[in-house]
């Protein structure tokens, strides 16, 4: 018999969205509780051009942070709107690779 597991995150615990360069593998962190500003045009390491040959992933990648930014005060109840979720947000990961 096969089991699989599912691997799922809440809301709560999405902290920030970090840029990864695939050139140099430096890291940028935006965490979500701070204001998101202008994303890197290019890697900060290696000074790859990140967003000159993909003009529209930035405005993309700004409305993905504010949509997980609205869902999280949702989430938390902090929404006036929208009250109380009878139900939770989770998202649903792949698992870890085994060893
Ligand atoms: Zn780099």
Known sequence: MTTQRKQFI???????????CKNCHA??????????SQ?????PNCERDFLKSHPSTDAKLKQIV???RELKK?????DEEAGHLPFLIL??????PQD
């Open 91 to 96: 998202i649903e990961i792949a698992p870890a």
């Open 74 to 78: 949702v989430d938390k109840q902090e």
């Open 66 to 68: 504010d949509l997980v």
């Open 10 to 20: 809440s809301l709560g615990e999405i902290l920030a969205f970090v840029l990864e």
């Open 39 to 43: 994303l890197p045009g290019k890697c």
């Open 27 to 36: 890291q940028t962190v935006n965490p979500l509780d701070e204001k998101f």
